[in-house]
């Protein structure tokens, strides 16, 4: 499959590009991780600006009407320079939400604040218990007055230390593994009630332990439903994260085929071996497959296909596969060094490796996959 980018899209893809050459090198990013925020303020005003925050959002919500094309665009185009900072929990997932599930009113109230760049979100779904379970909710939400008190723990919240809002899954009602009885709420981070426990992931990003104690939320989408909002959600999240994949595979490739050109072992380059370049013509494949792949799921979100679920699931698991054989090879043909902090094949190694857990691993959707299958 190979999509055929309109005007705009080119206009787009080019901006990117541009901005991400002359102001996110791999030495830029390194200094940015190491930073003590974590990420760049100034980087993500700059995307705000470049108008990358408002590209998804539909022309009704204030954006400018891109869909899940321009979040591949863009993603790709982030996972080839590694970016880190939080574009798919503030966009994708926290705007995704507010857009689909929240009100008028809170889009309204809201959806400016992310596209202008005023104001970071991030969700949280996750528990010590429920691995890639949507519905196993533990945490709780009692309603008092026209807002509703959350307790409870949330882990590995990713750009929680850098959010401004959280939203947050907690059960209204039913057994902690029951589908119906979840619901969504609007948290602040600086609420009373609200404790961080900050701690820095293997690709360069900062996360959170979440604890809630009587906090106050505001509820987002009907009560009860949050599940159907979050399985939506997790479709484009993973249309965002594959096209990420993606740009960061293709870099693989171009950075192994690179050093293969130049290293030599026993008086010649080891691009000359046959048995190495039958290894990179398999990197190469993978590479291609991932992206069909990718612009086949993006196209598929854009028009609200049926069977979205189960092409989500299947593309998250074969460039899953892809993305985590690409890494061991661009590593292990560079040897050593392939891992050191100096080269960014090691980065690229551990992002691939952090997206193919985020929202399932490949073994996780090749099951669903194939329950979905079965029930169609």
Known sequence: MD????????LLRSSVQRLLRDQYDFEARRKIVASEEGFSRKQWAAFAELGLLAAPFSEGAG?????PLSTMIVMHEFGRHLVVEPFVETVVLAGGLIEHAGSQEQQQSFIPDIIDGSKIWTLAWTEKASRFD????ATRARREG???VLTGAKTAVIAAPWADYLIVSARTSG???????????VVDRRATGVDLQSFKTIDGRRAAEVSLRDVRGQLLGVEGEGVAALEACRDRAIGALCAEA???IGELNSATLEYSKTRKQFGTTIGSFQVLQHRMVDMFIAHQEALSLMQHLSLSLSDGDAGLSRLASGAKSKIG???KFVADQAVQLHGGMGMTDELNVGHYFKRLSSINIQFGDPAFHVLRYAQLDAAA
């Not at 999509?3 to 080119?10: A, D, K, N």
């Not at 954006?63 to 869909?67: A, E, N, R, V």
């Not at 949507?134 to 909710?137: G, K």
């Open 175 to 185: 057994d902690d593994r029951e589908r119906s009885g979840v619901s969504l709420f």
């Open 321 to 323: 596969y892809a993305g």
């Open 63 to 67: 954006g400018l009407g891109g869909g």
């Open 146 to 148: 026209s807002d509703y």
């Open 3 to 10: 999509i055929q980018f309109t005007e705009e899209q080119e």
């Open 246 to 248: 993606v740009g960061a």
């Open 134 to 137: 949507l519905s196993h909710v």
